[in-house]
T-cell receptor, first 113, second 111 residues
Framework: DTEVTQTPKHLVMGMTNKKSLKCEQHMGHRAMYWYKQKAKKPPELMFVYSYEKLSINESVPSRFSPECPNSSLLNLHLHALQPEDSALYLC????????????FGPGTRLLVL | GQQLNQSPQSMFIQEGEDVSMNCTSSSIFNTWLWYKQEPGEGPVLLIALYKAGELTSNGRLTAQFGITRKDSFLNISASIPSDVGIYFCAGQLLRDDKIIFGKGTRLHILP
């Protein structure tokens, strides 16, 4: 298994909803990442988990809450989002820490109404 | 913050032509990565470069880590329709630093 999977593929939510994005990898990677990508722009780093501990938070608003239940899973809990949060949310993983090459999942396309 | 200057921004080429794109920076990078992203998908790693001067191929793709460590290029030979997509360069300043992405090169292949 050499892939990062993400669910759901698409998500539409209202500004008062609570939803979660899920990411899973079974490559034994110990670092996992959340990126946000707006149309025609490169991915922007949001969070990094290294060995199941949050190691980087790129000043992301608290309406985004990451969670790493174990070394294979990464969640992103969403609450009270704004329409400008609509984007493609990408998960990535790497074997070790930031020094290792990152592999991306297919992303969850989020639309906030 | 640190920036990568990726060019060209977009390319329109005929099938069968060779393609060249590059990234430059005013800073020295320890790692250069090239990703391809197709619509609705995440970036897929094409080539990773870890040493200055390194030249690496992956099928019809060839990438080089510049000697000065401030640039990298990606060449695609004999382009085919499935090469269409956005190509991102990415680099790491330090071995334990986050990835910085270029703005991408959008490749179009004319029929």
């Amino acid at each position: 298994d050499t892939e990062v999977t993400q669910t759901p593929k698409h998500l539409v939510m209202g500004m008062t909803n609570k939803k979660s994005l899920k990411c899973e990898q079974h490559m034994g990677h110990r670092a996992m990442y959340w990126y946000k990508q707006k149309a025609k722009k490169p991915p922007e780093l949001m969070f990094v988990y290294s060995y199941e501990k949050l190691s980087i938070n790129e000043s992301v608003p608290s309406r985004f809450s990451p969670e790493c239940p174990n070394s294979s899973l990464l969640n992103l809990h969403l609450h009270a989002l704004q329409p400008e949060d609509s984007a493609l949310y990408l998960c990535a993983s790497s074997q070790g820490g930031l020094e290792e090459t990152q592999y991306f999942g297919p992303g969850t396309r989020l639309l906030v109404l | 913050g640190q920036q990568l200057n990726q060019s060209p921004q977009s390319m329109f080429i005929q099938e069968g032509e060779d393609v060249s794109m590059n990234c430059t920076s005013s800073s020295i990078f320890n790692t250069w990565l090239w990703y391809k992203q197709e619509p609705g998908e995440g970036p897929v790693l094409l080539i990773a470069l870890y040493k200055a001067g390194e030249l690496t191929s992956n099928g019809r793709l060839t990438a080089q880590f510049g000697i000065t460590r401030k640039d990298s290029f990606l060449n695609i030979s004999a382009s085919i329709p499935s090469d269409v997509g956005i190509y991102f360069c990415a680099g790491q300043l330090l071995r334990d630093d986050k990835i910085i992405f270029g703005k991408g090169t959008r490749l179009h292949i004319l029929p």
